[in-house]
């Protein structure tokens, strides 16, 4: 069974970091691309960032390029979403989630098959 | 980007009803198209891929078609445990979502 278990999150005042962590269990984690999701309060879901399977690929949403950092280990199974420079913009629940292919193709990316179970961001001073 | 734009914003269907919801693209994005169903408090869920391929474990009640700009998703015979809020994602070029279409069981 797919599994994707967060970690991280939290409160953080303007201009603070948080580090987000994803734990995945449940199938080849190395063969396949990631993704976080986020949700602010009644809004739509916003792609935020994704990672090649290997981790030699990212993408970013221009809104957080420059302060956010997508990482992974293969070693562990593991992602994570580093968060510098917060904003109260940036509120709003993140989701880590599962592609079905090894990486996005130029701009030509993917559905997301899995998803965790979501991460508070709150941003306020 | 390529804007993704969702029709009805809110539904309330009775059970039994067949109920559609519409998502229409700024661009052709050919059929690279995904419906999530996401229940409150609960992570997005995968219903269908490819505009029209039923993910395993999703009840056959749902479908989906279209291509190029305009998709529908199909609930053929709504149920209790199809309320939710549904969104649509295209992904032909990079990842959006739509605003999202919230359905109500009267």
């Known amino acids: 069974e797919v599994q994707l278990l967060q970690s991280g999150g939290g409160l953080a005042q303007p201009g603070g970091s948080l580090r987000l962590s994803c734990a995945a269990s449940g199938f080849t984690f190395g063969n396949f691309a990631m993704s976080w999701v986020r949700q602010a309060p009644g809004k739509r879901l916003e792609w935020v960032s994704a990672?090649?399977?290997?981790?030699?690929?990212?993408y970013y949403t221009d809104s957080v390029k420059g302060r956010f950092t997508f990482s992974r280990d293969n070693s562990k199974n593991t992602l994570f979403l580093q968060m510098n420079n917060l904003r109260a913009e940036d509120t709003a629940i993140y989701f880590c989630?599962?592609?079905?292919?090894?990486?996005?193709?130029?701009?030509?990316?993917?559905?997301?098959?899995?998803w965790g179970q979501g991460s508070l961001v709150t941003v306020s001073s | 980007d390529i804007q993704m734009t969702q029709s009805p914003s809110t539904l309330s269907a009775s059970v039994g009803d067949r109920v559609t919801i519409t998502c229409r693209a700024s661009?052709?994005?050919?059929?690279?198209l995904a419906w999530y169903q996401q229940k409150p408090g609960k992570a997005p869920k995968l219903l269908i891929d490819k505009a029209s391929s039923l993910q395993s474990g999703v009840p056959s009640r749902f479908s989906g078609s279209g291509s190029g700009t305009e998709f529908t998703l199909t609930i053929s015979s709504l149920q209790p445990d199809d309320f939710g809020t549904y969104y649509c994602?295209?992904?032909?070029?990079?990842?959006?979502f739509g605003q999202g279409t919230k359905v109500e069981i009267k």
């Open positions: 989630a599962k592609a079905p292919r090894i990486s996005c193709t130029g701009a030509f990316c993917y559905s997301l098959d899995y």
């Open positions: 990672i090649s399977n290997k981790g030699d690929s990212t």
């Open positions: 994602q295209q992904y032909y070029t990079y990842v959006t």
């Open positions: 661009q052709s994005i050919s059929s690279w």
